[in-house]
């Protein structure tokens, strides 16, 4: 499918949908080749494999692996994407883009044909600051991404590992980057979350949207984002629960906890700490001038209290950490994975590359870099920009000798634990699905987020009001009318709404209301008297914004970031 963006359609209705509320409260393929002889001098044939010994995943991870050929054991270390929205009957064009990626027709088939372990769902969000590796979308809806992933499955299932559950993932983060939109409980941004202050909401809400996840068929989150605030970084910004270390190791604890209590894996990115450079690395090499004490007190405490609420993954940044290992980018660090993460920090789990196809990791041609990550100490390699070159590579590399068989089995043995693992949780119904009590805990959360950086705390805002947006989104007062609201298109107070992008530019200086629904920097030149942030446009977050016009609830949150000029609140303490 192609690149195609959905901005405009959201954008309106998250709009539209705030200005019912406020509104209505204040005024009342081929084949591979033959398996090979496993390490043990066995081979074992497609879509069988030893009975495990125990119940225990790690025990039955050894005792599949011990079965494995070399083919087996390479496909269980990548995790690409596909391109189209069902596993077995595509468009042309996906067709034809599966046949430049892998060499087959369909997702299906590139898992038989490369034996793989998992595979990543990628989509566009309205100002998705990833969308620089997002090389097509393959998410719609619940039902469709339903099917996709019992269709995905079913093949998995006809391989030797098949015992294993097939690892499928996407980036769920919400906020600005959230594959899955209609039809499913949307949470507040996790820079929301830091200002609503509270893990225990964090964790409910995650849980609720995590179930919805598993309903899905989706079991690995690429979520939540680790990075501490420390730079006003518009690649991590409202993706990151603050920019104080402590605090944003309680919300990362938080989300852990709730998303891998539904059977979801947790995945804690970017590793060493994307927010400690302000630069892209969907465009570059961001560099980290820190030193290792400063990453260490500054950058990791989210990662570690992550590890300590048992996070099953960790996700490599495209990051050169100067201090620690100048000029090689941490997914390619050995000293940054093997002797920091594993050997300092103690991480026992699963480290996921970053997308393969993003500029620093594609210095190198797809094989080598494949290697080159393994050898680093990553155990799955994520979103090569070439599949067939990516898998001949890291075979070709084992039987040289390049990649160490003792590595290359430590990686799988540790990818196909978290699939027992993660399958010990029978997943929800899809009835679940946006269900009363879901929305409940998103509501929670993003009502205790609402912040007053400037006004007088608690007191409606007088009515009727005329919203206005930076963007100028369109069918505003249409969502308004079908609710039978009657509606000015002016003369009522303004409440002005800056979003993800927005500079001084955007601001509106009549305005006696302006409303941050992303980071609240830009707040810091707006001249209304009265200054909120939401974090977040969200329906739930829409939802609290209103309820604090209309004086019916009192703006509880607390700014996690500094905003030059302004106290991280004007409501208590």
Same mark, same amino acid.
Request: proline share 7%.
């Given at each position: 499918?192609?690149?195609?963006?959905?901005?405009?359609?959201?954008?309106?209705?998250?709009?539209?949908?705030?200005?019912?509320?406020?509104?209505?409260?204040?005024?009342?393929?081929?084949?591979?080749?033959?398996?090979?002889?496993?390490?043990?001098?066995?081979?074992?044939?497609?879509?069988?494999?030893?009975?495990?010994?125990?119940?225990?995943?790690?025990?039955?991870?050894?005792?599949?692996?011990?079965?494995?050929?070399?083919?087996?054991?390479?496909?269980?270390?990548?995790?690409?994407?596909?391109?189209?929205?069902?596993?077995?009957?595509?468009?042309?064009?996906?067709?034809?883009?599966?046949?430049?990626?892998?060499?087959?027709?369909?997702?299906?088939?590139?898992?038989?044909?490369?034996?793989?372990?998992?595979?990543?769902?990628?989509?566009?969000?309205?100002?998705?600051?990833?969308?620089?590796?997002?090389?097509?979308?393959?998410?719609?809806?619940?039902?469709?991404?339903?099917?996709?992933?019992?269709?995905?499955?079913?093949?998995?299932?006809?391989?030797?590992?098949?015992?294993?559950?097939?690892?499928?993932?996407?980036?769920?983060?919400?906020?600005?980057?959230?594959?899955?939109?209609?039809?499913?409980?949307?949470?507040?941004?996790?820079?929301?979350? @830091?200002?609503?202050?509270?893990?225990?909401?964090?964790?409910?809400?995650?849980?609720?949207?995590?179930?919805?996840?598993?309903?899905?068929?989706?079991?690995?989150?690429?979520?939540?984002?680790?990075?501490?605030?420390?730079?006003?970084?518009?690649?991590?910004?409202?993706?990151?629960?603050?920019?104080?270390?402590?605090?944003?190791?309680?919300?990362?604890?938080?989300?852990?906890?709730?998303?891998?209590?539904?059977?979801?894996?947790?995945?804690?990115?970017?590793?060493?700490?994307?927010?400690?450079?302000?630069?892209?690395?969907?465009?570059?090499?961001?560099?980290?001038?820190?030193?290792?004490?400063?990453?260490?007190?500054?950058?990791?405490?989210?990662?570690?209290?992550?590890?300590?609420?048992?996070?099953?993954?960790?996700?490599?940044?495209?990051?050169?950490?100067?201090?620690?290992?100048?000029?090689?980018?941490?997914?390619?660090?050995?000293?940054?994975?093997?002797?920091?993460?594993?050997?300092?920090?103690?991480?026992?789990?699963?480290?996921?590359?970053?997308?393969?196809?993003?500029?620093?990791?594609?210095?190198?041609?797809?094989?080598?870099?494949?290697?080159?990550?393994?050898?680093?100490?990553?155990?799955?390699?994520?979103?090569?920009?070439?599949?067939?070159?990516?898998?001949?590579?890291?075979?070709?590399?084992?039987?040289?000798?390049?990649?160490?068989?003792?590595?290359?089995?430590?990686?799988?043995?540790?990818?196909?634990?978290?699939?027992?693992?993660?399958?010990?949780?029978?997943?929800?119904?899809?009835?679940?699905?946006?269900?009363?009590?879901?929305?409940?805990?998103?509501?929670?959360?993003?009502?205790?987020?609402?912040?007053?950086?400037?006004?007088?705390?608690? @007191?409606?805002?007088?009515?009727?009001?005329?919203?206005?947006?930076?963007?100028?989104?369109?069918?505003?007062?249409?969502?308004?009318?079908?609710?039978?609201?009657?509606?000015?298109?002016?003369?009522?107070?303004?409440?002005?709404?800056?979003?993800?992008?927005?500079?001084?530019?955007?601001?509106?200086?009549?305005?006696?209301?302006?409303?941050?629904?992303?980071?609240?920097?830009?707040?810091?030149?707006?001249?209304?008297?009265?200054?909120?942030?939401?974090?977040?446009?969200?329906?739930?977050?829409?939802?609290?914004?209103?309820?604090?016009?209309?004086?019916?609830?009192?703006?509880?949150?607390?700014?996690?970031?500094?905003?030059? @000029?302004?106290?991280?609140?004007?409501?208590?303490?």
């Amino acid at each position: 499918m192609g690149r195609v963006s959905n901005r405009p359609r959201r954008a309106a209705v998250a709009v539209a949908a705030l200005t019912v509320l406020l509104v209505s409260g204040c005024s009342g393929a081929a084949e591979r080749p033959a398996p090979t002889p496993s390490p043990g001098g066995t081979s074992t044939a497609p879509g069988t494999s030893a009975a495990p010994p125990a119940s225990d995943p790690a025990a039955r991870a050894t005792a599949l692996v011990a079965t494995l050929s070399d083919e087996d054991l390479v496909g269980q270390v990548l995790m690409p994407y596909a391109y189209g929205d069902s596993a077995t009957k595509v468009s042309a064009g996906s067709a034809a883009g599966n046949q430049a990626l892998a060499g087959v027709d369909t997702p299906a088939d590139m898992i038989s044909k490369y034996r793989l372990g998992g595979l990543i769902l990628v989509g566009f969000s309205a100002d998705d600051p990833t969308k620089g590796n997002q090389e097509t979308t393959n998410v719609d809806n619940p039902k469709q991404v339903h099917e996709l992933t019992t269709g995905l499955r079913a093949a998995a299932g006809r391989l030797a590992a098949g015992p294993a559950p097939l690892l499928i993932g996407t980036d769920q983060e919400y906020g600005v980057v959230t594959r899955v939109t209609d039809g499913v409980t949307l949470l507040p941004s996790a820079l929301a979350a @830091g200002a609503a202050g509270d893990p225990k909401l964090t964790e409910a809400a995650w849980r609720a949207a995590g179930a919805e996840l598993a309903a899905m068929g989706i079991n690995v989150d690429f979520a939540p984002v680790a990075d501490v605030l420390a730079t006003r970084s518009t690649v991590i910004g409202s993706r990151s629960y603050g920019s104080d270390p402590k605090q944003a190791a309680a919300q990362v604890g938080g989300a852990v906890r709730g998303l891998q209590a539904v059977g979801v894996a947790a995945t804690l990115k970017h590793f060493p700490g994307h927010g400690h450079s302000a630069d892209d690395s969907h465009q570059d090499l961001p560099v980290l001038t820190q030193s290792a004490e400063a990453l260490q007190t500054g950058a990791w405490p989210p990662f570690t209290a992550g590890m300590d609420a048992g996070a099953m993954a960790v996700m490599s940044g495209h990051l050169d950490a100067r201090a620690i290992d100048p000029g090689t980018p941490a997914t390619f660090s050995h000293k940054l994975l093997t002797d920091v993460l594993r050997g300092q920090l103690g991480f026992k789990g699963v480290v996921i590359t970053d997308g393969m196809n993003m500029p620093p990791a594609k210095r190198w041609a797809p094989g080598e870099a494949a290697v080159r990550a393994l050898n680093a100490g990553n155990d799955l390699i994520l979103m090569t920009p070439n599949v067939g070159q990516a898998y001949d590579g890291l075979l070709a590399a084992l039987r040289g000798g390049s990649l160490p068989r003792t590595r290359l089995v430590e990686a799988v043995t540790r990818v196909l634990t978290m699939k027992f693992r993660l399958a010990e949780t029978p997943a929800a119904q899809m009835s679940t699905l946006n269900a009363p009590e879901h929305r409940a805990a998103a509501d929670a959360l993003a009502a205790a987020a609402v912040t007053m950086l400037r006004g007088t705390c608690g @007191g409606a805002v007088p009515g009727p009001i005329t919203v206005t947006s930076s963007g100028g989104r369109d069918g505003t007062r249409a969502a308004l009318t079908a609710a039978g609201v009657q509606v000015k298109p002016s003369g009522g107070t303004i409440v002005h709404l800056v979003g993800y992008g927005d500079g001084a530019n955007d601001l509106r200086p009549d305005a006696a209301v302006t409303v941050a629904m992303d980071t609240p920097y830009v707040l810091t030149g707006a001249k209304s008297p009265t200054l909120l942030a939401t974090y977040s446009s969200s329906r739930a977050s829409m939802t609290g914004l209103a309820a604090v016009l209309a004086g019916k609830a009192r703006p509880s949150g607390r700014s996690p970031v500094t905003v030059p @000029g302004l106290p991280a609140t004007t409501c208590g303490t």
